[in-house]
């Protein structure tokens, strides 16, 4: 197909995700994807500064990975939910040796959202009790359940929720902090404490015997990349075990090497009691999901029927995906890559920060980074407003990027680099060298 009947029948024919119909957006047509670029019908090439949907941890095209879904295809394609096969067993294994803690069970999904909700099942059903506390500024899946999690403005949409007893609760935001918004020398240990108190006393509003689970990114994705500053997850476990409250952790964007670690909970020490996953499971290459647990959450089920399952739990395509994906990470040392690649991304922000008056703040971890743009740094009002179409000034910052060959997502006033773990030096700083170049509009509108 050319391009035109591409886009043709693509309009034709789909329904779309997080637009009007009539008015969908960023939509334009790829041919071909290889390492850190894709290209458009036309032959351009885009450095992928989003690894696609934040999941192409190991870029794109990868043939080892390509040529081990292959050999399952040709093995064995399909096997039910119930059926033991040698990607279910090989992959267990596999996760259980990198993931922290005693989580050692898994329940396989086919993404983030269905992975987010069996937790909440596997949560209340072992606790015994019904509430969830998650954060206003977190994303959890877009099924009905997982948008009931979600603290941002994407649940709005469908309220009443079905899924009830979700209550949400501020996040460690320390740029844009409502306790110490006339404070500049806060430490971030002063910081988290008390939001943790802050939190401790909604527990006893709520009454803690009521609470299952509290669930969090660990760091927050597409809101903004909000990492937690020091002491906070430390004194958010600590709150659990003394509430008799499981701790589950959201890696679905931040896990498999994204933040230079396997997972971002490696870098504070803490071990969840459930972690989710999906994204860079399989780097996209299939879709997939999962749900790890405790020995002890999985051992309280073994007389206790779970009521939850799904059609392709298991799926093996998806399973051979993630083995081979997992392979590539540490065959090619992409975690230390990326801690590698994460102190050279922050050095160029930081560098970004002081050449233009348009960027507030600027937060980096591993190869996940967010450019936080404002009209005014003292009064750090949002260059494109919260909840609201892009600012005219944004679109153009927006525009520029892509025309010039950089693909990245922006979530209102913020630029989030998310590339592949497999760039390299040069391709990171030509990225960065567009954005800054992108810069110079909004320096000269505000």
């Not at 083995?323 to 994460?342: D, F, H, M, T």
């Not at 892509?402 to 592949?420: A, E, K, Q, R, W």
């Amino acid at each position: 197909m050319d391009r035109e009947e591409v886009l043709s029948l693509s309009f034709k024919h789909n329904f779309w995700t997080w637009s009007m119909q009539r008015n969908i957006g960023d939509v334009f047509p790829v041919k071909k994807a290889k390492g850190v670029y894709f290209w458009d019908y036309n032959g351009k090439a885009y450095l992928d500064f989003n690894s696609m949907v934040m999941c192409v941890n190991i870029g794109h095209g990868n043939q080892y990975v390509i040529d081990a879904m292959m050999a399952q295809a040709n093995e064995l394609l399909f096997a039910g939910p119930h059926m033991a096969t040698e990607p279910r067993a090989k992959l267990g294994q596999l996760l259980s040796e990198i993931i922290p803690g005693n989580l050692d069970h898994f329940f396989y999904t086919l993404g983030g959202s269905d992975a987010n909700e069996n937790a909440i099942k596997i949560a209340r059903a072992y606790t015994g009790r019904f509430k969830i506390m998650t954060r206003y500024l977190s994303y959890h899946g877009a099924t009905m359940g997982a948008v009931a999690l979600t603290g941002d403005r994407r649940r709005l949409a469908w309220e009443p929720n079905v899924m009830p007893s979700v209550v949400h609760f501020i996040d460690p935001y320390m740029y844009r902090s409502v306790f110490f918004q006339n404070r500049k020398d806060v430490s971030e240990e002063e910081f988290s404490n008390a939001y943790i108190q802050h939190l401790e006393e909604i527990i006893q509003y709520e009454g803690p015997q009521t609470i299952a689970a509290i669930l969090i990114e660990t760091v927050t994705g597409t809101n903004g990349i909000i990492i937690p500053p020091q002491g906070y997850l430390q004194g958010l476990r600590k709150l659990c075990d003394k509430y008799g409250i499981l701790l589950i952790t959201d890696e679905v964007m931040c896990g498999f090497g994204r933040t230079g670690k396997w997972f971002a909970v490696d870098h504070w020490d803490i071990k969840p009691d459930i972690l989710t996953m999906a994204k860079g499971i399989t780097s996209g290459y299939a879709p997939m999901g999962a749900v790890a647990m405790t020995h002890e959450i999985a051992e309280f089920f073994m007389d206790r029927v779970f009521y939850g399952g799904l059609t392709y739990n298991g799926h093996p395509l998806s399973l051979a995906a993630a083995i081979a994906n997992i392979q590539v990470i540490q065959q090619e040392n992409l975690i230390e890559k990326s801690a590698e690649r994460g102190k050279l991304l922050k050095k160029l922000l930081e560098d970004m920060k002081l050449r233009h008056a348009c960027v507030g703040d600027v937060r980096s971890i591993g190869l996940f980074a967010a450019i936080e743009l404002v009209k005014d740094r003292n009064t750090k009002e949002m260059l494109s407003p919260f909840n609201k179409p892009l600012s005219s000034t944004m679109e153009k910052v927006k525009q520029y990027i892509l025309d010039n060959g950089v693909f990245l997502y922006t979530h209102f006033n913020v630029l989030l680099i998310i590339p592949p773990l497999i760039i390299t030096d040069d391709e990171l700083t030509k990225g960065l060298g567009i954005i800054d170049q992108a810069l110079n509009i909004a320096d000269s509108e505000i």
